[in-house]
């Protein structure tokens, strides 16, 4: 995520609220984009530090747990620097131009400050800041598929080139005695049935076991799914897209939610300022006097109670907005109620952060060093893949 801007409702329920389910299911990598920002924001630096503490303490106070996810920024971890100048080595500059969110804009900046290497490179660095960490999965949603089409091409094209380390068979047949007795003799008479049979179910399944082979190390494991299929090693992974759920959240404007388009409802905004957003917020145009009949399918504020309210109160909105029994700004009041509820939750999780911004820094520094765990790992077998391990 950017730390272009303050959070709001639309990064709660379109990102934080999955992300905190997911923390539990998956080793989660959540990245706090900052050289992403640097893209578009470069002559604004000074607000990127408060920025991206306030994000972090926003992540924190909506219930992403550091005990169970890794929060780091980018920043911080050199080895993402180094490896998006190696992937570029071999990424065609044509792939970088194709991407949707460069060609679609160039044009119109051209004549702008945004007119950039570091435009046009964003969706190397974004490739580079997924296969680092060798994910399996991406969490993205329907604009960002290309980006994260063009990290799986790069990937592959890593692979095809330098994918063959020295002595393959002999470190594979290495890898498979790591598997145990057992496993390591159905893993051979699987291997034996797919590549001889072409037994697809064999192959499921020998993936299958590796993947819950416990005791294999990462570059094992991989050695031996590209052993199965009589490839090289696999260096980079191609992630999978995780679609998170499509979540649009409407500003007050009717638009959708967005700080720049000053529309946004931002987390941890008073009381007061959440009271007087929402009693400014556009409604249905044909209730011009609180005598005129409504719609709730036409208006804004209805697409906030599907959020916040139960069914009774929207029973209670339908009812008074379709009859005009009840004005708009009755029909705000729990509304603003319920939002009040929940950032008043948001304020107090975030206050012992607040009050102790060493607490921030330590989670930051955790993480990152957790994550730069990772990434030098890797980028050592990524370096020696390329013969510049000397
Ligand atoms: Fe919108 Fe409620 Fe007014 Fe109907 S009564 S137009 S739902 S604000």
Same mark, same amino acid.
């Given at each position: 995520?950017?730390?272009?801007?303050?959070?709001?409702?639309?990064?709660?329920?379109?990102?934080?609220?999955?992300?905190?389910?997911?923390?539990?299911?998956?080793?989660?990598?959540? !990245?706090?984009?900052?050289?992403?920002?640097?893209?578009?924001?470069?002559?604004?630096?000074?607000?990127?530090?408060?920025?991206?503490?306030?994000?972090?303490?926003?992540?924190?106070?909506?219930?992403?747990?550091?005990?169970?996810?890794?929060?780091?920024?980018?920043?911080?971890?050199?080895?993402?620097?180094?490896?998006?100048?190696?992937?570029?080595?071999?990424?065609?500059?044509?792939?970088?131009?194709?991407?949707?969110?460069?060609?679609?804009?160039?044009?119109?900046?051209?004549?702008?400050?945004?007119?950039?290497?570091?435009?046009?490179?964003?969706?190397?660095?974004?490739?580079?800041?997924?296969?680092?960490?060798?994910?399996?999965?991406?969490?993205?949603?329907?604009?960002?598929?290309?980006?994260?089409?063009?990290?799986?091409?790069?990937?592959?094209?890593?692979?095809?080139?330098?994918?063959?380390?020295?002595?393959?068979?002999?470190?594979?047949?290495?890898?498979?005695?790591?598997?145990?007795?057992?496993?390591?003799?159905?893993?051979?008479?699987?291997?034996?049935?797919?590549?001889?049979?072409?037994?697809?179910?064999?192959?499921?399944?020998?993936?299958? !076991?590796?993947?819950?082979?416990?005791?294999?190390?990462?570059?094992?494991?991989?050695?031996?799914?590209?052993?199965?299929?009589?490839?090289?090693?696999?260096?980079?992974?191609?992630?999978?897209?995780?679609?998170?759920?499509?979540?649009?959240?409407?500003?007050?404007?009717?638009?959708? !939610?967005?700080?720049?388009?000053?529309?946004?409802?931002?987390?941890?905004?008073?009381?007061?300022?959440?009271?007087?957003?929402?009693?400014? !917020?556009?409604?249905?145009?044909?209730?011009?006097?609180?005598?005129?009949?409504?719609?709730?399918?036409?208006?804004?504020?209805?697409?906030?109670?599907?959020?916040?309210?139960?069914?009774?109160?929207?029973?209670?909105?339908?009812?008074?907005?379709?009859?005009?029994?009840?004005?708009?700004?009755?029909?705000?009041?729990?509304?603003?109620?319920? +939002?009040?509820?929940?950032?008043?939750?948001?304020?107090?999780?975030?206050?012992?952060?607040?009050?102790?911004?060493?607490?921030?820094?330590?989670?930051?520094?955790?993480?990152?060093?957790?994550?730069?765990? +990772?990434?030098?790992?890797?980028?050592?077998?990524?370096?020696?893949?390329?013969?510049?391990?000397?």
């Amino acid at each position: 995520m950017r730390p272009n801007s303050p959070l709001h409702l639309g990064h709660y329920f379109g990102a934080l609220q999955y992300w905190k389910k997911i923390q539990y299911e998956y080793d989660c990598l959540f !990245m706090v984009a900052d050289v992403h920002s640097l893209v578009q924001n470069f002559n604004e630096t000074e607000k990127i530090s408060d920025c991206v503490n306030n994000m972090v303490i926003n992540w924190l106070a909506a219930g992403i747990d550091p005990s169970q996810a890794t929060i780091f920024i980018q920043s911080k971890i050199p080895e993402q620097y180094e490896l998006t100048a190696l992937l570029g080595a071999i990424t065609p500059l044509s792939w970088l131009e194709r991407v949707p969110s460069y060609k679609e804009v160039i044009d119109e900046l051209e004549h702008t400050d945004l007119n950039t290497y570091g435009f046009l490179g964003a969706s190397l660095t974004q490739s580079a800041d997924i296969l680092m960490y060798n994910v399996r999965h991406v969490l993205a949603q329907e604009e960002q598929i290309a980006n994260l089409e063009l990290a799986r091409e790069i990937a592959r094209r890593f692979n095809h080139l330098f994918g063959r380390e020295d002595g393959f068979e002999h470190k594979a047949q290495e890898s498979i005695k790591k598997l145990g007795h057992k496993k390591a003799e159905l893993y051979e008479n699987l291997l034996l049935k797919y590549q001889q049979e072409g037994d697809d179910e064999a192959l499921e399944r020998a993936r299958f !076991m590796l993947h819950d082979a416990l005791n294999l190390s990462h570059g094992d494991r991989e050695r031996l799914f590209a052993f199965l299929e009589n490839k090289g090693k696999v260096f980079l992974n191609e992630p999978q897209l995780m679609a998170s759920p499509p979540v649009k959240i409407i500003g007050l404007d009717g638009q959708q !939610m967005s700080y720049q388009a000053n529309n946004s409802i931002n987390l941890r905004d008073t009381p007061e300022l959440v009271s007087s957003k929402v009693r400014a !917020m556009t409604t249905d145009p044909a209730r011009i006097r609180k005598t005129d009949r409504g719609n709730p399918e036409s208006c804004p504020v209805w697409t906030l109670h599907q959020i916040y309210s139960n069914e009774e109160v929207k029973s209670w909105v339908e009812l008074g907005c379709l009859s005009a029994g009840i004005g708009c700004l009755d029909c705000k009041g729990p509304l603003i109620d319920a +939002i009040n509820l929940q950032q008043s939750e948001l304020i107090e999780n975030a206050k012992p952060y607040q009050d102790e911004p060493t607490l921030v820094k330590r989670i930051i520094t955790d993480g990152c060093l957790r994550a730069r765990d +990772i990434a030098s790992d890797n980028l050592k077998q990524i370096k020696l893949a390329m013969n510049l391990e000397y």
